[in-house]
């Protein structure tokens, strides 16, 4: 009896929909097991479709599709390994979340997913039907068992599959990051162990799909829950892992333990990745942003350069009368700093213009809002004329303490494909540029050194849309605001929760009301890169028509 068995692990980067591409991934990493002399190879969770593909796996064409590319990848991969590798999978009338067994040609087994995750980001069971309770597969002379991702979280499958003669289990992801989401896996990968009393290795792709990035940070245990193995985080890795058969059965062999960074890290890697992926899925090789010299544009354009490189970013700096010469000095700085494309385009003439040919209708009416938003607006459309014009995506750069209580203005600030910072509250995006212009990593294509000159993170915050506007006329000031903003949206928290937490009851109501009357700008705002449980895309989701409010 062999007393050694080898896993090759392909933590890698698909693409929603790129069957054929996601395909001769699953073969690269195959051909690199088949030299190691791997046992069995593995992809993570419905990796041949990428994920999460959502409703796009419904379409009888497309899973026609992915059943070509299935048996076309099985016949290529016969000589050699086992090969495991996710898919959506239907059998008569029923469609599943399926790991597919190819071995020899052909399908030798299937998995099919019994727990089906319906919150946050996830909405399978409008999509998959729940699969049995199910044995373990066979490869050689072992008995592997794959409980597919969120299976792993629920006791009812792994001991199902130490009942029926697993030997180890082998967990096949499509895990999104959300700061701090890797000691909640680690913990019920725990649990799963000391349980079954089985070794577990736990799969994970990388990569972006619009707002997710999967982060990785694939793992072995031991039983005891003694971590074996850790790959990196982000990082596509092919990893070699071995098991050991003693006395007490299979135990992984220690191997490599990769660092993982703290979270202000890897929320800024999850930003610029999630641009990168976005840019390069879609097809966009170059984008555009306005900088105010403000810190959130700033910051939006540091992560573009160390996403894209400089040469395939454009900063463009609109002023207005209200612009100060410390942005216009600012702006600049923060261009040449990062190394990128400077334009210079006064919005000036163009303002009065469209002011001259509104006059006739608003005569006789003040000044008001109405004009503060032409200018935003103004600047909306000669960014998307540029982007039109250069082939360049637009960036659209609004904090998530802006966008939660809508202090954007819609079809102007708010114009754009991707926002990085959609996420990122106003108090982490003063401590992220502090961090950036200490911290250089090799992932990052930005230069070293201080990208974000220090008096655009210092100076009070202004949209510079009327004179001496300063963004604490409008709303509590940022620790404030940004503390009321994660009880009401990241916790779902309450007005009672917000007063309990030392704020004063009106203006807990106040932001409350914001938040909800909000609710049609961020409809059809650009999606950004997810950090935290309470995303504003598919986390919350709320009606836009909404009269209740919180009275406590």
């Not at 089906?116 to 039907?129: A, K, Q, S, W, Y």
């Not at 792994?158 to 989401?181: H, I, M, Q």
């Not at 829950?225 to 058969?245: C, K, S």
């Not at 960014?383 to 809508?406: D, H, I, P, R």
Request: aromatic share 8%; with cysteine; proline share 5%.
């Amino acid at each position: 009896m062999a007393d050694r068995f080898r896993i090759t692990l392909g933590q890698m980067n698909p693409t929603v929909g790129d069957l054929a591409g996601n395909a001769a991934l699953a073969r690269e990493v195959w051909e690199a097991g088949k030299t190691a002399g791997a046992d069995l190879v593995a992809l993570p969770e419905m990796f041949i479709t990428g994920y999460n593909a959502q409703d796009l796996v419904m379409k009888p064409a497309f899973q026609l599709d992915v059943a070509r590319h299935v048996d076309r990848l099985a016949q290529d991969c016969a000589d050699g390994p086992t090969l495991a590798i996710g898919a959506p999978w239907v059998e008569g009338t029923r469609l599943y979340n399926a790991y597919l067994i190819l071995k020899g040609g052909k399908i030798v087994s299937q998995v099919l997913k019994h727990h089906l995750p319906n919150e946050t980001v996830f909405d399978e069971v409008r999509i998959f039907d729940a699969g049995p309770l199910g044995g373990p597969y066979s490869v050689g002379n072992s008995r592997v068992g794959s409980p597919i991702c969120e299976d792993a979280w629920h006791e009812d499958v792994a001991e199902t599959l130490a009942e029926t003669g697993a030997e180890f289990l082998l967990v096949p992801n499509g895990s999104p990051y959300y700061r701090g989401k890797f000691d909640t896996r680690l913990n019920h990968m725990v649990a799963r162990v000391i349980e079954t009393e089985l070794p577990l290795i736990y799969l994970n792709m990388v990569g972006g799909q619009d707002d997710q990035v999967f982060d990785g940070a694939s793992f072995g245990l031991n039983p005891g829950g003694n971590l074996a193995v850790q790959l990196p985080v982000f990082d596509e890795a092919v990893a070699h892992v071995d098991l050991e058969r003693g006395p007490q059965g299979w135990r992984i062999v220690e191997g490599e333990k990769a660092h993982h960074p703290d979270a202000w890290e890897q929320d800024y890697r999850v930003m610029v990745q999630a641009l990168r992926d976005y840019c390069r899925k879609t097809g966009f090789g170059k984008v555009l942003l306005g900088l105010s010299g403000g810190v959130d544009s700033a910051l939006v354009a540091a992560i573009a350069v160390d996403a894209l490189g400089a040469q395939n970013v454009r900063c463009v700096m609109l002023p207005s009368e209200y612009t100060s010469a410390e942005s216009l000095e600012d702006a600049e700085a923060v261009a040449k700093a990062l190394g990128c494309h400077y334009d210079y385009v006064p919005i000036t003439e163009g303002r009065a213009a469209i002011e001259q040919t509104l006059a006739p209708l608003f005569e006789g009416r003040g000044a008001d809002l109405t004009e503060e938003n032409i200018q935003s607006r103004l600047r909306g459309l000669l960014l998307m004329a540029m982007s039109n014009k250069f082939g360049e995506m637009l960036l659209t750069t609004g904090n998530k303490s802006e966008v939660a209580v809508g202090y954007a203005t819609i079809y102007g600030d708010m114009a754009g494909g991707y926002n990085p910072i959609k996420d990122l509250y106003k108090t982490r995006v003063f401590e992220t540029c502090r961090w950036r212009n200490k911290t250089h990593r090799d992932w990052m294509k930005g230069p070293q050194g201080e990208v974000i000159t220090p008096r655009v993170i210092d100076k009070p915050p202004s949209a510079e849309l009327r004179a001496d506007q300063k963004d604490s006329d409008s709303l509590p000031d940022y620790p404030e605001l940004d503390r009321l903003l994660e009880i009401l949206v990241d916790r779902n928290g309450s007005i009672e929760d917000c007063v309990a937490a030392g704020s004063d009851v009106e203006t807990a109501r106040k932001i409350e009301h914001l938040i909800y009357i909000s609710e049609y700008k961020r409809f059809q705002s650009a999606p950004g890169a997810r950090l935290t449980k309470g995303a504003f895309w598919l986390d919350r989701r709320y009606p836009i028509v909404n009269r209740w409010r919180d009275r406590g």
